[in-house]
């Protein structure tokens, strides 16, 4: 008849032990424990250590030897004598406590890998061990897991490293450690991540943890793709990178594996790329401004004749019939040759007059003289609208960019009289860091568009023709401001 483990349990504490208390507490211990004497006979075992090596009962191991029962050959099958057991030698010679990691045989003879505590305790029988163990098979084949993992990502050509539950690292292969400029694993290895390579803006702000995704996706075990951000070097470098980062399983519980690459050389190429587009745009659209310019020029040149024929062209051929006239009359009929030598000075008076006027179309004598200033105060003082100089240069600029800015501020000033319905503009030029700003701002009702109409793209192929970029910003109801940048150097 078999007895219960109550009863055996009682009677083992009782004859070899002389502890009640202390079997009530190893019997509720979820860890595999039991105890043998100086002899290294089992004289208790619990209930966890039953299960553990395969037995139904107690009694099924009470009084035999541990050595010989759960620990008697190698892995690959040989027998293990006890005189070269580490731990058996420990028992019998009380050189305890000791720990390690072993194979422990079932009762059905299969083996499993054990980690082991053993201490020192008093039997009836004198000093002898209470033995704590382990099944770690799951860790085993977690670590092995892992090294085969380890060694696939040292042939990665890839950066990669795994990051524990803390954050620490774990494993960084051989590309990773180039790239961050590390030499030898041991010097990533237990140090935390994100204090290690992540620990600053590439401004030199510190980054506090708690900001950073790469930390939030392994604490909430998410899988997260970035295709901008930034390490930081051994030598304090920022390296520009894309990564993806992934939960990751460990022995000790869940972290994270994390793959990158420099993109400095992309984000590079890439910017060069952006300004060729842009230089091409801009050679593109100065072709096209310098054709409107000579288009224009000769469109002007052809006004320019035609006002001069109708205009100056034929008061001088009357004051040339007049003088020829005049000098016929002048010996026979001096009155009617001094009439008409008062006509010829009318004449000469006007033609006068009206040269004056196609040259100040042309170029003002005031810009030629004095300058910007007074040339854009005098223009301004003509406007039939209230214009504010705000902000003028005092100095002389290059001939090229003050006719420019000129005419920019005329045409724009013109608009405001003919178009914006405002009761106000304002004008500013100002040069600061060699690049001059030109701003024309009114207060009317908005809606201008350079497409319509000559005048703005005409101002904006003057701008361009200097390397210069002009801008009009239109809402409807909220004002016109045309914005011109010229560079001065």
Wanted: proline residues 6%; charged residues 25%.
């Amino acid at each position: 008849m078999t007895r219960s483990n109550d009863a055996i349990t009682q009677e083992a504490v009782r004859d070899d032990v002389a502890a009640t208390s202390l079997s009530a507490i190893l019997a509720c211990v979820a860890q595999p424990v039991w105890v043998v004497d100086p002899e290294g006979i089992l004289i208790y075992a619990n209930r966890a250590s039953l299960d553990t090596l395969g037995y139904d009962d107690v009694d099924q191991l009470i009084g035999r030897n541990s050595h010989a029962t759960i620990h008697y050959k190698h892995l690959d099958g040989s027998p293990y004598p006890a005189e070269e057991c580490p731990l058996f030698r420990a028992i019998r010679d009380t050189r305890l406590p000791c720990s390690g990691e072993d194979w422990f045989v079932r009762r059905d003879g299969s083996m499993f890998p054990v980690s082991y505590t053993a201490s020192a305790i008093e039997t009836a029988k004198g000093t002898g061990a209470v033995v704590a163990f382990s099944d770690i098979e799951e860790r085993r084949r977690a670590e092995h897991a892992l090294r085969e993992r380890e060694a696939i990502l040292a042939k990665v050509a890839q950066p990669v490293w795994v990051v524990d539950r803390s954050g620490r690292f774990h494993y960084a292969n051989p590309a990773a450690l180039k790239a961050l400029g590390y030499s030898d694993l041991s010097e990533l290895k237990g140090k935390p991540g994100h204090a290690t390579v992540h620990y600053k803006y590439p401004d030199g702000r510190p980054y506090p943890e708690e900001e950073c995704p790469i930390t939030r996706a392994r604490l909430n075990g998410e899988t997260l793709t970035d295709s901008e951000d930034w390490l930081v070097r051994k030598d304090g470098s920022i390296m520009r990178i894309a990564y993806s980062t992934a939960p990751f399983d460990l022995p000790d519980g869940p972290g994270s594996v994390t793959a990158f690459t420099d993109v400095e050389e992309h984000l590079k190429a890439e910017k060069a790329a952006r300004e060729r587009d842009v230089a091409r745009a801009r050679a593109t659209e100065l072709r096209h401004a310098r054709r409107r310019i000579i288009e224009a020029a000769d469109a002007a040149r052809a006004q320019l004749e035609r006002d001069l024929h109708d205009g100056a062209q034929q008061q001088l051929v009357n004051l040339a019939l007049r003088l020829r006239v005049a000098r016929g009359k002048l010996p026979d009929d001096p009155d009617a040759a001094a009439r008409l030598l008062d006509d010829a000075i009318e004449l000469t008076a006007a033609a006068t007059t009206e040269l004056r006027e196609l040259a100040a179309g042309i170029h003002p004598a005031i810009l030629t003289h004095r300058g910007l200033a007074p040339a854009v105060e005098r223009l301004a003082s003509r406007i039939p609208v209230r214009v504010s100089v705000l902000e003028a240069p005092a100095v002389r600029l290059p001939a090229p960019v003050e006719a420019s800015v000129y005419f920019v501020v005329s045409e724009a000033l013109t608009n405001v009289a003919k178009h914006a319905a405002a009761n106000a503009a304002t004008v500013r030029i100002a040069a600061n860091d060699g690049v001059l700003t030109v701003e024309v701002a009114d207060d009317g009702e908005g809606g201008a568009d350079m497409r319509a109409g000559t005048g703005l793209s005409g101002l904006a192929d003057r701008v361009a023709a200097l390397d210069g970029e002009l801008t009009v910003t239109s809402a409807p109801g909220a004002g016109t401001t045309v914005h011109a940048e010229i560079p001065l150097g």
